[in-house]
């Protein structure tokens, strides 16, 4: 499943599916971005970043891509697992704002049995 | 060690008490942060510390006091909070001041 639209606050996924979550930012200077991963009850976890200078980045079953031409980030999941159910953050930095990130607003990947 | 440690899991005070939390890390990250969460909200920043010194304060009330014993320590003092000052904080710590690594936090609820 495909999120619809930016911002989207709950996204619900068919176990086994790819997720896509996206992710809007406004600051041009941003050069840094980063997505968090938070289950209830537990601080954020760091799940994949990248830098202004790449496109693309890969992890293990997560994929993040960026589009600094209309400011867009997403969070690829690949074959989501019950396991994935969490609240996705996106943040970003920027080097003239040293030691300070963003956090974007969420959103909630439901798995679906 | 790799993680960030927060103390207590949780903690209800009253509007008179005076309380601290406590984060810890033994990663030898030079920056340490505290945000507030509220529920269904994203983290805000409150102090960034760089070097054990601080170098961010968001505007954030006096009645919460940060401290930097060490570059392993950093606490938030507490003292005459509000009912809307209950949330969770989260304490986090970065080699280099963009990735962050968050410890599991401390609910707060204020009385």
């Known amino acids: 499943g495909e999120s619809v639209g930016l911002h989207l606050p709950t996204l619900s996924v068919q176990e086994g599916d790819n997720s896509i979550i996206n992710c809007a930012y406004s600051n041009s200077a941003s050069d840094y971005f980063i997505w968090y991963k938070q289950e209830s009850g537990k601080g954020p976890q760091f799940i994949i970043d990248?830098?202004?200078?790449?496109d693309k980045r890969q992890g293990q079953r997560v994929t993040v891509l960026l589009n600094k031409t209309v400011k867009h980030l997403s969070l690829q999941i690949a074959a989501t697992q019950p396991g994935d159910s969490a609240v996705y953050f996106c943040?970003?930095?920027?080097?003239?704002?040293?030691?300070?990130?963003?956090f974007g607003k969420g959103t909630r990947l439901h798995i679906l049995p | 060690d790799t993680e960030v440690t927060q103390t207590p899991k949780h903690l209800v005070m009253g509007m008179t008490n005076k309380k601290s939390l406590k984060c810890e890390q033994h990663m030898g990250h030079r920056a340490m942060y505290w945000y507030k969460q509220k529920a269904k909200k994203p983290p805000e920043l409150m102090f960034v510390?760089?070097?054990?010194?601080?170098?961010i304060n968001e505007s954030v009330p006096s009645r919460f006091s940060p401290e930097c014993p060490n570059s392993s320590l950093l606490n938030l003092h507490l003292h005459a909070l509000q009912p809307e000052d209950s949330a969770l904080y989260l304490c986090a710590s970065s080699p280099e001041g963009n990735e962050q690594y968050f410890g599991p936090g401390t609910r707060l609820t204020v009385t």
């Open positions: 990248i830098r202004s200078n790449m």
């Open positions: 510390y760089s070097y054990e010194k601080l170098s």
């Open positions: 943040a970003e930095g920027d080097e003239n704002r040293d030691d300070k990130i963003i």
